[in-house]
């Protein structure tokens, strides 16, 4: 049928009537999912959802069903916490506690997986070798009066499952809640005080853990730095008193987009760093061989070291961040994963071991951002790691096999020896130049809130939160190592048949959440199984993230 003026006819089409205003303004169907629609989530570009999201009585509405990993165990005491508001995990010692009975079935979830994840790893005293566990609880204690704080907490959580599950509904319920929390740390910027204080520093920390670009990451941690600066008068009084004490940053930081060319020396330097974490990797190899799991994320290590080799210098803060990224994310998920599934056994110490002294080691090839990045956050773990294994090297009640693998904690020890004689003398040298002036905080919490505005108003509010989710940021060469599975866009997860190396399983207490920031339950019998003890002076409990017969959940 010919159209008007006798030219080809239009191929019909149904409006979308309430479709967000990006795709209305670019004439384009919009499929109205929320948080944010397909065609901004894909072009990267604000999505108005975000500002009036629709939800139900369950959170936001999804073109999909979201991935939660949840199972009939979960389901039944998620029910229970919110029929009687009582918090299935009180051995946290949460409080004050937030008014769970105002939070949504999907958000209870959310925050039963991280509370299931830190009190695993407390009852197996394994907090302290992950980077957030223990901070956790407390970060919970700030979001009962704040919040902001809280939906920084459930987008965390909610990148975890994500990765877990491989799904994007999931995403874009952090996706959500990520926004949410960056508004609202926006304003409590704008009014920052001593009372704020806290909760503005737990979800600047919270937020750029879950960034993915390098301007969010940068002006959140600009924030966290002015924040750190403002409570040094009062910190002793913070519930964060021990993480302030952690976050060290140099005061010499200025967290810009600066450049440097490498000079041929100093590129031979790097390259003998690499060799030198590369053949550590190697050496620790064949000690895994019954260790499935350890050896294949060993493997993701060292293929991921390999690419460093083969790839350019970074010439700026921005391709540096883009280089570390995806061990960053790493440090976040694979400890948790592994001290799930093996609870203290001493080859996955000293995988871990591994894992965190090469974030230590690749601090001088990333000099812009390695030490607020990388080092801050690996350091802590490490040292608990080499105080456990020293302990347990010297025991007597070891195998042959057992004490040669604790022998191989010599990269490690180096690393941190190494890294701590350089932290000192940069400390010292930063000390005698350090000049503070009585208005900086004040231009400083300015400056901060109106980066933040500008980052908001043109990026929008959920952009750059979920460390979880970007595509792989590590454009290099391929790695000189064989590579025989495909790889996903969301992390080279190690696996094999139907095993998976994540929480689920069905008997597992940690597998699946959603969305909305309040909810309880009373507490409930956790299952015990056999713990790899090996006369460590601290007991193994397990909770069960793995099971591995349980159905893979990657694909």
Known sequence: MAGPGGGPSRRSHTKSRKGCKTCKRRHIRCDESYPQCRNCTKHQVRCDYMDNPVFG????RLSGQAN???TPEIERNVDLWQHTSHFPFPDLQISPQPQWQTFSKIDLRLVYHLASVCWEMQQSRTSKLTIWTQLMPRFLSVAASQPFVMHAILAFSANHIAWIAQSTETRNI???HGGVAMKGLHEAIGTFSKANADAVLAASLLLSWQSTDWRGWASLMTGTKTVLSAMQAWGHESVLTELISQQGIPASQ???NDETNVSAELCQEHLAILQRIQSALQRLQPYLATCEQESRWIDQLSGYIQRLRTSNSPQS???QFTQLYALRKWLFWVPVTLLSSRKGDIFTLLVLSHFYSAALALEPLFSHIGTPFLSNIALPPLEELIQIINTVQSSSNFTSMTQAAAAMMEFPRETLTMYRSQRDWHRQQALS??????NTFNNGIEMLNLELGNHIAEYGYNQSLS??????????SPPMLPCTAPRSPYLEVPRSGAEIFGYSSAGSNFSTPMVSPAMPSPAFKQEEDSSYNFNVPFAYSSGGFVTPTAVPLWT
């Open 68 to 70: 939660l990993l949840w």
């Open 317 to 319: 803060s921005e391709e």
């Open 467 to 476: 460390p979880a989710f970007a595509p792989s940021p590590l454009h290099l």
């Open 254 to 256: 200025t967290f810009t």
């Open 57 to 60: 009585d369950d959170g936001p």
């Open 433 to 438: 130049v350090q000049s503070v002036h009585e």
């Open 174 to 176: 952090a996706f959500h």
